[in-house]
């Protein structure tokens, strides 16, 4: 079969490109045709990554489908190949109905379709996708489309670097639905201290983004501590001394209350930790080892994303028998590296925040695996309390002009649990608090660098519409001045770790009151029109800030011709949602 990859991956969804043709057409366009679409799905194969690094599988279809007894051939060998989702990408002028719908309608009808091609006057390429994309439109159905730029001449012409992009943007959103389809996450107990925001969407998650959910009590897990079974002893000797001698080397502090107490400067400062005790070492190990019992839990569910409630019944009901806090390892899952090197990211949320998680577990898959930071929305420092923490520190704010958090204020972002180690420069572990966390542990603890970039947000959903929503913009990560930074850590939980994010477009006072719950979160290498692009296939409505454009040149997709048919986004949306 014409994979575009070496060889078909089994474990890997496949992406199926097509182009459709008139029969009509001289020998020479139908050659040049036919090395677009080629072009495509190798730009499709080299530019797309599931979370684990593998590239999808690309399907070419080897033939010009140009009626409909090619689109039915066309069809059969595409459904062999197991693709689900598919790239029509004309040159030429085409019969919708005898090309593209013939073969699009033997696959069902929540397979994603987009269309992509050149704005070319010569091979009137844009006719045909108005058309196709139109009719689609008029049967209800979805299909994204793509009119770029590439020369009208040649053999072998190639999109310009800006269509590229939106290719690959539009890519991404067709991957990541068909990737998400059919995996399951593990939701370990309830919702952590009764936080509704927090429950299970079960039925939804299934409707809209074709994922299961294993809920799991975490009696087994807590047993298999006590019984020091379900993990290897030899493996988590070797992650014990990768997490002592090389991660937090020398940055391992078990007197935190005495640090708190006595506003001891550790994130901008050189302060060394005590030795470690025995009795450290064992609740250490206890939360490392958690890890490894979760992490070959959730492989043998083939789980793409965990949750677990930590709080209260796990880590700090009295009435029980408190066990080490599962922040380290949260930590570890979100992360990039452990003791075996460099890893894939595995979402997983704290508190078993599961709309959290799912907004983890998208941003993972659109962005090609980069991990997201799980945040409390803590605290929210606009221009004027800014100016007078620095007033009352002493810190001359001068020399920062006009910096965009003295101008539009910043989040302290602060967890302690799920905080990826890729957002820190200098990580820390610090003991857990005995009053808070009697059954102790450690946790993560950093100051984020300043540049990170990306989408910080949060996806919630209402019994109202039955629908997912998404409330998010672009933000930064900021530095302060060193006495503001830590007067801002001192403020919330010190040792937990905290990114002060600016919003690029909002300021901190609307972001305020925006959040549709008290976690948040961010990634990096995730466009925005990629999300939206992927909030269509799933039907996720998308929050308008208020002030903000509702559209930006090279930033947003522009609106799909079902939603210009059916009174915009969010009616059509609805309307759409009914049929699922």
């Known amino acids: 079969m014409p994979f575009v990859n070496d060889r078909k991956d089994p474990g890997a969804p496949t992406l199926g490109v097509f182009v459709p043709c008139d029969p009509r057409i001289d020998e020479e366009s139908r050659r040049r045709a036919f090395n677009i679409g080629r072009l495509t799905a190798r730009l499709l194969a080299d530019g797309l990554r599931l979370p684990d ?11 010009l489908v140009d009626g409909e007894r090619t689109a039915d051939a066309a069809a059969r060998e595409m459904l062999e190949a197991g693709v689900r989702g598919i790239f029509i990408v004309p040159d030429t002028w085409f019969f919708p109905g005898r090309t593209a719908m013939a073969l699009t309608a033997h696959f069902p009808p929540s397979t994603p ?5 050149g704005n070319n006057a010569a091979k009137p390429g844009v006719v ?32 310009d670097d800006c269509t590229r992009e939106e290719i690959i943007d539009l890519g991404y959103a067709v991957l990541a639905a068909a990737a998400l389809r059919g995996r399951r996450f593990l939701s370990v107990d309830t919702d952590s201290m009764q936080m509704e925001t927090a429950l299970n969407p079960v039925h939804a998650a299934r409707r809209f983004f074709g994922l299961e959910s294993t809920r799991e009590s975490m009696k087994l897990f807590a047993d298999m501590i006590r019984k020091k079974g379900g993990y290897n002893p030899e493996e988590l000797k070797a992650l014990r001394h990768w997490a002592v001698e090389v991660k937090f080397k020398d940055r391992i502090f078990t007197n935190t209350e005495e640090l708190v107490a006595g506003r001891a400067d550790v994130y901008t400062g050189r302060i060394l930790p005590p030795p470690l005790a025995e009795a450290d070492l064992a609740k250490l190990d206890e939360g490392l080892a958690l890890y490894l019992i979760l992490r070959d839990a959730m492989r043998d569910l083939n789980a793409a994303a965990g949750g677990w409630t930590n709080q209260l019944a796990w880590g700090s009901d009295r009435r029980g028998l408190p066990l080490s806090t599962a922040d380290i390892a949260e930590s570890l899952f979100n992360s990039s590296e452990d003791h075996t090197g460099r890893k894939a990211v595995i979402p997983f949320a704290t508190e078993n925040d599961v709309p959290g ?13 980069r991990p997201t930071l799980f945040m409390d929305f803590r605290k929210v420092y606009e221009p004027w309390e800014i100016r007078e923490a620095a007033a009352a520190l002493g810190v001359d704010l001068s020399s920062y002009g006009s910096e965009p958090w003295l101008e539009r204020g910043f989040i302290d972002g602060n967890n302690s649990g799920s905080a990826s180690l890729d957002f820190a420069e200098k990580c820390f572990l610090f003991k857990a608090v005995d009053y808070y966390f009697p059954g102790l542990g450690f946790s993560v603890g950093f100051l984020s660098p300043p540049g990170i970039r990306g989408l910080a947000g949060r996806l919630a959903y209402s019994d109202l519409s039955g629908l997912f929503t998404m409330v998010q913009d672009e933000a930064e990560s900021v530095a302060l001045p060193d006495a503001l930074a830590e007067r801002v850590c001192r403020a919330s939980d010190y040792t937990w770790p905290h990114t002060f994010l600016t919003y690029d477009r909002l300021p901190a006072g609307r972001v305020k009151v925006g959040m549709p719950a008290n976690h948040f979160h961010m990634t990096t290498g995730l466009p925005r029109r990629r999300w939206q692009h992927f909030s269509d296939y799933t039907l996720v409505l998308n929050y308008a800030w208020e002030g903000l454009p509702e559209f930006e040149e090279g930033s947003d997709r522009p609106q799909p011709m079902l939603w210009r048919l059916n009174g915009g986004e969010t009616a059509a949306k609805m309307l759409l949602a009914g049929r699922r």
Not at 136 to 149: D, F, H, K
């Open 357 to 369: 998680l799912l907004t983890m577990l998208l941003y993972c898959h659109l962005s090609g695996g």
């Open 113 to 117: 379709l987009a269309c992509v091609g």
């Open 128 to 159: 045909g996708i108005d058309a196709l994309v139109g009719a689609y439109a008029q049967t209800g159905r979805l299909c994204p489309m793509v009119i770029g730029s590439m020369p009208e001449s040649g053999l072998e012409p190639a999109f």
């Open 53 to 63: 690094g593998r590239p999808p599988n690309v399907f070419f279809a080897p033939s």
